[in-house]
């Protein structure tokens, strides 16, 4: 009973933050090499993104009109 586009949304935002959530983060490695610095002070240095993306999926995940109002809109 969910809709396939916000599940598509919550599944990307999902994604995104697994890509830079330590202990697998990919993102942090890469960015931690580009940089020259060590993966606990990119990630320390990440902690408020981490924290607002979580906001962000809470809000999609509960609000499904967030994700919903654009193909809405346009008709589709």
């Known amino acids: 009973g969910i809709d396939p586009v916000h599940f598509g949304m919550i599944m990307m935002v999902n994604l995104?933050?697994?890509?830079?959530?330590?202990?697998?983060?990919?993102?942090?490695?890469?960015?931690?090499?580009?940089a020259k610095l060590k993966i606990e002070q990119v990630v320390k240095a990440m902690m408020p993104f981490f924290i607002l993306l979580f906001i962000v999926l809470l809000l999609i995940t509960y609000v499904p009109a967030i994700s919903l109002w654009l193909p809405r809109t346009l008709g589709l």
Request: zero cysteines; glycine letters at 22%.
């Open 16 to 34: 995104g933050i697994g890509l830079i959530t330590p202990p697998v983060g990919a993102v942090l490695f890469v960015g931690s090499a580009v």
